[in-house]
């Protein structure tokens, strides 16, 4: 199948990131909600690709400087997100938002632009990946990003309760959970205690087509574009959709270069 795209940014005017470790972000001023909706047990974040092609937006491949405003809009958000990566495979992390005023200040609430659904593996940690600090995403991992109801439940949080824009479902190179179920697949060798349960849900994103290493690639390709679809099928979040409040995109992190690139 054909590469994902790598990272084209619509402005020009690169500069060289500073550290900004001092750095702090004003938390803007928002009423706190009383009670969490019982809808938000159930459902998941939903949404359909950014209208921004198959790749990250063109201002971070520039290095186009971000502001300390909260994105408010999936296409803000994946900006930032784009930005962050481009500084952290390129070495000039910032490591933002860590100061103890910002500390302080997230004591009386958070406010994060964007969901991050990814694997557990200890390569592909979100906040690093992307260089932001304290406040800035809601993670949630899981093996394969397999979707469960508690998943479900946290994306939901994240989106209906803290009006986060962006969900990110990121997938990774040589995925052991993908691995895993590819295995079991082909040899019919049960998987012990819940690894089984990961197996199957990853089994339908299986590529038949492929052999070897390469149909374990296309299977990781695959089973996020799977996630992506099923959290865009939840019917809570399609009026957010709709109004291009939210938007869900399915990605991957090449651990070989640290470059993510968002999938189609």
């Excluded at 949080?157 to 997938?171: S, T």
């Excluded at 299977?219 to 938007?247: M, W």
């Amino acid at each position: 199948m054909r590469p994902p795209g790598r990272f084209r940014l619509p402005h020009a005017g690169y500069r060289p990131a500073m550290p900004s470790n001092t750095r702090t972000r004003v938390a803007l001023p928002r009423s706190r909600r009383a009670l969490l909706r019982t809808a938000v047990a159930g459902t998941a974040a939903a949404g359909a690709g950014l209208a921004l092609g198959p790749v990250f937006p063109a201002s971070a491949a520039t290095g186009e400087a971000e502001s300390d405003s909260r994105p408010t809009t999936p296409a803000q958000a994946l900006r930032r997100l784009a930005a962050g990566n481009r500084r952290w495979r390129t070495y000039h992390e910032e490591h933002p938002h860590e100061s103890a005023p910002l500390r302080r200040r997230l004591v009386a609430a958070q406010h994060p632009f964007a969901v991050v659904l990814g694997c557990i593996d200890s390569r592909v940690p979100p906040e690093l990946v992307f260089d932001q600090g304290l406040g800035d995403l809601l993670t949630v991992r899981s093996a394969g990003e397999v979707l469960d109801e508690a998943v479900l439940g946290s994306i939901a949080y994240g989106v209906l309760e803290l009006r986060i824009p962006l969900v990110l479902v990121l997938a990774h190179q040589s995925c052991g959970a993908v691995a895993a179920a590819v295995h079991a697949d082909e040899t019919g060798e049960p998987l012990p205690a819940h690894i089984q349960y990961l197996a199957d849900q990853i089994r339908p994103s299986i590529d038949h087509g492929q052999q070897g290493e390469a149909r374990i690639d296309a299977t990781v390709n695959a089973h996020v574009r799977g996630v992506r679809r099923r959290l865009a099928a939840e019917p809570d979040l399609a009026a957010k959709v709709a109004t291009g409040e939210l938007a869900v995109v399915a990605a991957r992190y090449e651990l070989r270069d640290q470059h993510v690139r968002t999938l189609s």
